[in-house]
């Protein structure tokens, strides 16, 4: 009698653990540093054209593993460099600085690679939406823009132990530059692809 209570005591505890890590997520933290390529904001005639300067960025994503294979993210990120003209036959010449801060969220699918490689490698895709809230200055004179952005990103995370990894990571912000609240000039910019470059540690708690 005892014997059959235990049996079914083991048998219950095992039917119900892969609900039970379905209902308690597992949260994972990535702060990174890395680089940002911007997009021209806008472009004249004879070839010339307007953009954020690239420059340093750092940042850091929050995520919530839905499943062993997708997570929801959330990210903030800043990056910071010099205004620029481009002109032709000259380059770009620096009109002033140049801040942007990032803010989206989610979805994050992710594929262990398994046996067929010999690191415990786990490439991933992301794709959502935020904005990105621009700062730019020119002397003392300084104006701020926000502009919806959408976001595509690829990487990989490398396992160093059960809770922390490397991860490399790849993002394009697609977005248009709000010309009109940064000057209020009825001007329309091109949409632009932005493109961040990365690397940092995963924590997993």
């Not at 709000?178 to 961040?196: C, F, M, P, Q």
């Amino acid at each position: 009698m005892l014997k059959s209570f235990v049996l079914a005591g083991l048998v219950a505890s095992a039917a119900s653990l892969p609900a039970q890590e379905l209902r308690a997520p597992i949260f994972h933290l990535s702060p990174y540093a890395g680089y940002m390529v911007f997009g021209k904001v806008m472009e004249g005639p004879l070839g010339a054209n307007l953009t954020n300067g690239a420059g340093p960025m750092y940042g850091a994503q929050l995520g919530i593993n839905l499943t062993k294979n997708l997570a929801v993210v959330g990210n903030v990120a800043h990056s910071s460099g010099k205004l620029q003209v481009g002109v032709p036959f000259l380059g770009g010449l620096d009109v002033g600085n140049s801040s942007a801060l990032l803010y989206d969220g989610g979805l994050q699918l992710g594929a262990p690679l398994g046996n067929l490689s010999a690191l415990p490698i786990t490439p991933f895709v992301q794709v959502g939406a935020g904005a990105i809230r621009y700062t730019v200055g020119a002397g003392p004179v300084e104006t701020k823009a926000t502009n919806f952005a959408w976001n595509l990103g690829a990487g990989a995370d490398i396992s160093l132990g059960r809770n922390i990894g490397l991860r490399l990571m790849a993002k394009d912000y697609i977005g248009k530059f709000d010309i009109k609240e940064a000057t209020t000039l009825g001007v329309d910019a091109k949409r632009s692809h932005n493109w961040a470059l990365s690397g940092g540690i995963t924590l997993g708690f």
